[in-house]
């Protein structure tokens, strides 16, 4: 099998720069602890602001995660065994039966897969001896012939020609060998058969071959070479050499070229039917081209689930896809708890602050682990960004203390850092009404509600208000195509500190009831409005509970 499985550290989808952020500086943590193979990871594109921040601390971006479903790769067999098309069919015997295997991949000799050989195909060739074998299109070199009946050449001819015939055994008298021969064929003769060997040679054949290590008159070796056919001598008896030049075809003769075939990221939902539709018992996986491993028909188990830590959210809409199939062993997090399940007792660490980041900056302290400059850049660029720069109403006096001590470690000033961070994501210039009706969504179930809330914060909320009619239908696609009964977008301006709530969907009475306003056009006004977590969800939450009472 592969590998151990990695532990994730991931965000929430559409993630921010605390959820970046924060997965990175904990995976640190992890590993400063001892903890092994962890990998910071992300659930989606990192934002401009996000982008700013790693690259002021020179901080890599995350491992790209998009799902968590169980692929080909998390049940693929090593293969450490394979033959090429070059190789004799003897070989792939030996092979198979050294190996105990059923099915053997089939490589060039650049180690490209070209085919799958099987017990099945070996069998047929092996029924196929019971009659004389025409070699003419397996290409079979003589030199192979020589060499699987340990022979001993005695005339030599172009040992890398070809065999263009049959092999027969010259058992007859001289008038009935004549009659079996044809142009090319390699000719067994048993020992002290003179008259066979001088006849066999009257026919244009390519190797003539003594059996039982009979002895070659100098006659029989003259007209050999005078017709520059090649002799040899071999200690089988002539049953057994026979049989046994039949089995130097080469295994690309025999194999399948048409074979079933997976990807390693194919997802194993996907294969499944394939493989029930088909009769083989493995399975070719392929990269580029090359052979990486075996599906194995009988090993078509559900795989180790994935291990991951959740940072910055604990929402199963908010989670990365497929993580109903992986394990969550920990839970980091500033938000309300919103259902996430597991099967067994789990480390979680919740705190009522703004930032995850802040939990993270403690933890590190806590447990007395140093925090490098450049952790310590992103753990600040976390808080200053989910605090916006400590104006929101989330912000606490934990937050600030933890930004000062970070500041003094990463090397910056805050106020400036932050205000020139908060400038580069602030920016939509180069976004499309999509991206800013997408930006840090987040998915919400509020009583019988679907609810879509993404957020996008600006220095000046005029540019978001010129593109107000294209980004209110980007919403009302989603709506439709992503079974949302509401979208909303907060255009957070972060000098004003007030929000412009643009909404699509039903019911727009919970928009109203919500927030006390006329809500029968498609935005509202809020000022003193910054934080989601604090200032939108449990307002709505409140709607709802009134609205369907």
Known sequence: MSNAKPIYVIGHRNPDTDSICSAIAYTNLKKA??????????????????????????????????????????????????????????????????????????????????GIVTVSDLAQRYFEELNFQNLDEANVPLKSVVSIINGTVVVKANENSTVLGKVIIAAGGKSTVGKLLSKGDVVLVGEGRFDSMMESLQHDISCLIVTNDGIVPDDIIAEAKGKDVMVVTSPLDTYTAARLINQCVPVGHIMKRRMTSFSSEELLSNIKGTIDSTNYRNYPVEENGRLVGLVSRDNLMVPEPEKVILVDHNERTQAVEGIENAKIIEIIDHHRLGGMQTGDPIYIREEPVGCTATII?????????????????????????????????????????????????????????????????????????????????????????????????????????????????????????????????????????????????????????????????????????????????????????????
Request: proline share 4%; aromatic share 6%; with cysteine.
């Open 33 to 114: 602890e001892g903890t092994k193979n962890i990998v910071a990871a992300r659930a989606g594109q990192i934002n401009a602001e996000t982008k700013y921040a790693l690259e002021y601390f020179h901080v890599d971006l995350p491992l790209m995660v998009s799902d968590l479903y169980p692929r080909v790769k998390d049940i693929m067999l090593d293969c450490d065994t394979v033959v090429t098309e070059k190789d004799t069919l003897r070989h792939l015997g030996k092979v198979m039966q050294d190996n105990q295997l059923r099915s053997v991949p089939v490589t060039d000799d650049d180690g490209q897969l070209t």
């Open 361 to 549: 900056a403690n933890m590190y302290w806590q447990r007395d682990v140093e925090i490098a400059k450049p952790i310590a850049g992103i753990l600040l660029s976390a808080i200053i960004s989910d605090t916006v720069l400590f104006k929101s109403p989330t912000c606490t006096e934990l937050d600030k203390k933890a930004a000062e001590k970070l500041a003094k470690i990463a090397g910056v000033e805050i106020g400036k850092y932050g205000m020139d961070m908060l400038k580069a994501g602030s920016s939509i210039s180069d976004m499309s009404p999509m991206d800013i009706a997408k930006n840090d969504c987040k998915e919400f179930r509020i009583g019988e509600y679907r609810i879509l809330v993404a957020q996008i914060s600006v220095m000046d909320t005029k540019e978001a208000m010129d593109e107000k009619p294209q980004i209110i239908e980007s919403m009302e696609k989603i709506c439709e195509e992503e079974g949302f009964d509401m979208c909303l977008l907060m255009v957070t301006d972060i000098l004003k500190e007030s929000t412009d709530l643009f909404y699509v969907g039903a019911p727009k009475t919970l928009i109203g009831t919500a927030f006390r306003k006329d809500a029968s056009g498609d935005s509202i006004f809020l000022p003193g409005v910054m934080s989601r977590k604090k200032q939108i969800i449990p307002q709505l939450t409140e709607a709802v509970s009134q609205i369907t009472k």
